[in-house]
């Protein structure tokens, strides 16, 4: 039972193209025949091993276990599809490193951190791929809303919990927006939600000094977006 359990689950990763709970996992069995938790839990640490050294790698993020290519080799992976990834702009990308690292956020303090007002899209485009979720409404004039992030946004990042996002020590230079997220650490932010500021991004600014979605992957180091955009600085 043990091999064809671990053979079962190996397919079921493979096919599912997305994080499989335990418990999903365990429902792909009758009732009857239902392996322990345990057991399934045993065998996708064995997978884990013996994809060591591989193309493809066992991980486990916040919504369960998953197959995936590893990211070194997605420069070559990409290839396989002519449309081409999908590209943030390091505006979009700040806003949501500040949205991760300060959490819960309102619009308004991202606005007081980065100095400029965030566009509409960049919120929508965050909240379309389900990154950021609105957590509740700051008690303060107004209510504004306060913003943090989801689950799919630790399975993109591969990451189980928020606890494994890398600290602000481990990012390599990250200049400028390192003093911002300093300021953001130092004292709560007082510009009322809503104010605009002199400064506000167009839909230019936000496409320029964009980096790829590495999406063949189904990961990406946090490190190494924050760090390619401040190498752009």
Known sequence: METNLKNIVEAAL???????????????????????????????????????????????????WRM?????????????????PARYSRALLETMALIAYRQPITRGEIEEIRGVAVSSNIMKTLQE??????????DVPGRPAMYGTSRKFLDYFGLKSLEEMPTLMELKELGPLNQE??????????????????????????????????????????????NEQMDER
């Open 181 to 226: 997220f300093e300021l953001g650490y130092k004292g709560e932010l007082s510009k009322p939600e809503g104010e605009e500021s002199a400064e506000t991004e167009t839909e230019g600014e936000m496409q320029d000094e964009s980096v790829e979605d590495s999406s063949a992957t189904q990961k990406v180091d946090l490190r190494l977006i924050v």
């Open 68 to 84: 995936q290519v590893r990211q070194e080799l997605s420069i070559w992976i990409n290839r396989l599809w002519e449309e081409k």
């Open 129 to 138: 791929r389900e990154w950021v979720r609105m957590l509740g409404h700051r």
């Open 14 to 64: 493979m096919a599912a193209g997305k994080p499989l709970s335990i418990k999903m996992l365990l429902a792909l069995f009758e009732e009857d025949a239902q392996p322990e938790r345990r057991e399934v839990l045993e065998v996708l640490q064995q997978l884990q091993s013996d994809f060591e050294g591989r193309g493809v790698e066992i991980v486990e993020v916040a919504s369960g």
